[in-house]
């Protein structure tokens, strides 16, 4: 498995932007599709972004298309997530996830960063 650790959470206004990244420890983080799930106060986890192994795919949730990008750098082990034009209901805990093929469920990842918080002020 692989080692996550997730960097760039704070406290933002509406409007403006944040760059979460995600560093993997291994030498096999290539080979691996990684997500971005989040889970605000009393809800559940729900997934935001995915992108393959080689960043040649990504999937989004709808209510973050447009808004948000996911990229990787294999080079340095590590994935982004670049959220522009935040809203208050952005607010939640942050993980991003890797797993043997792109996917949108939770379920199909095996491994999990600890999270970071965002918080977007209205």
């Known amino acids: 498995q692989v080692q996550l650790v997730e960097s760039g959470g704070g406290l933002v206004q509406a409007g403006g932007s944040l760059r979460l990244s995600c560093a993997a420890s291994?030498?096999?983080?290539?080979?691996?599709?990684m997500g971005w799930f989040r889970q605000a106060p009393g809800k559940e986890r729900e997934f935001v972004a995915a992108?393959?192994?080689?960043?040649?795919?990504?999937y989004y949730a709808d209510s973050v298309k447009g808004r948000f990008t996911i990229s990787r750098d294999n080079a340095k082990n590590t994935v982004y997530l670049q959220m522009n034009s935040l809203k208050p209901e952005d607010t939640a805990v942050y993980y991003c996830a890797a797993g043997p093929y792109i996917a949108t469920v939770e379920e199909d990842f095996g491994s999990w960063g600890q999270g970071t918080q965002v918080t977007v002020s209205s």
């Open positions: 291994g030498r096999t983080f290539s080979m691996y599709a």
């Open positions: 992108i393959s192994w080689n960043g040649g795919r990504t």
